[in-house]
């Protein structure tokens, strides 16, 4: 009986590591491709409604003409009201899971839940955030029902990728701190928290788009079909892009008629949530470059 030589054993090895890769690359450049393709079809679809009344001008006739600029500014409110309550609950539980809680069935309990919640439909927390903040706590439908219920929503994200963040921090950092006498919440937010927070950053980063771009949430706590006024408070309707975009090709008037705006509203919505992480991300690399210096 023949076996095979060692040589022809390490070419083997050598064409299926060659295989393994070639098929890793062309599943990125798919993914790349796909990413592309919808970003251009999105631009190419609406850069024709793009203009500087668009972006600063209410809707007007039936939502037909007009801008978008309420929308831009009831999406911002919620979504820099989501990360508000989310990033200090999320941090905070992920602290007390890493650094305090106890290993053991309730912690593992406690993670298999936050990754469950992860997983759960948007439009379930829409329906809590109905039942609790706008009926039981009669906030009514306002930017601030919104916040919060965007704020849960994100809220498992923020604390799954902050936990692995602060798990990532090399043990020997906590070790040498308190064996000079420093005390274990000086180790925690002076040692373990500045090294772990690019990886929080980076959780808040997928945290912000999700928030951005739900529907489903502020439809049943925040937003309004059509108003022109900005909100002057936290308990106040507001207009927002994802909501707006439904309204235009669903439940209006003249859905053929705002096909542009429609477009160019998903263009302003993709642009807004890129410009925030891009935001986020430079954070991160100034982080990263100080902690090199």
Request: include cysteine.
């Amino acid at each position: 009986m023949q076996t095979a030589t060692p040589h022809a054993s390490v070419r083997w090895r050598y064409i299926k590591q060659h295989l393994f890769f070639a098929v890793v690359r062309l599943s990125a450049a798919l993914i790349a491709l796909a990413l592309g393709g919808l970003l251009v079809y999105i631009f190419l679809h609406g850069r024709e409604a793009i203009s500087w009344s668009f972006l600063t001008l209410p809707p007007t006739d039936s939502m037909t003409k007009g801008g978008i600029m309420p929308a831009i500014i009831g999406t911002f409110y919620l979504t820099l009201g989501a990360i508000a309550v989310a990033l200090p609950l999320g941090i905070m539980s992920a602290i007390y899971l890493s650094e305090y809680a106890r290993q053991g069935p309730v912690v593992r309990i406690i993670r298999i839940g936050v990754n469950c919640l992860a997983g759960v439909p948007s439009i379930v927390f829409g329906l809590f955030g109905l039942g609790l903040f706008v009926v039981f706590l009669q906030f009514g439908s306002c930017i601030l029902s919104g916040a919060l219920t965007l704020g849960v929503l994100i809220l498992p994200t923020i604390i799954g990728a902050s936990e692995e963040a602060l798990k990532a921090v090399p043990q020997t950092f906590r070790e040498a701190s308190l064996a000079l006498g420093v005390s274990k919440w000086q180790t925690i937010f002076r040692i373990v928290l500045p090294n772990a927070l690019p990886g929080i950053l980076t959780g808040s980063i997928l945290g912000i788009g999700r928030a951005a771009g739900e529907t489903a949430p502020i439809m049943f706590t925040a937003a309004a079909f059509y108003t022109v006024k900005l909100p002057s408070s936290i308990f106040d309707e507001v207009m927002a892009l994802p909501f707006h975009i439904y309204v235009l090709a669903t439940a209006g008037t003249h859905i053929e008629a705002t096909r542009p705006i429609q477009y160019g509203t998903v263009l302003v919505l993709v642009a807004l949530v890129l410009g925030v992480d891009l935001i986020a991300i430079l954070i991160r690399s100034y982080i990263r470059k100080r902690k090199r210096w």
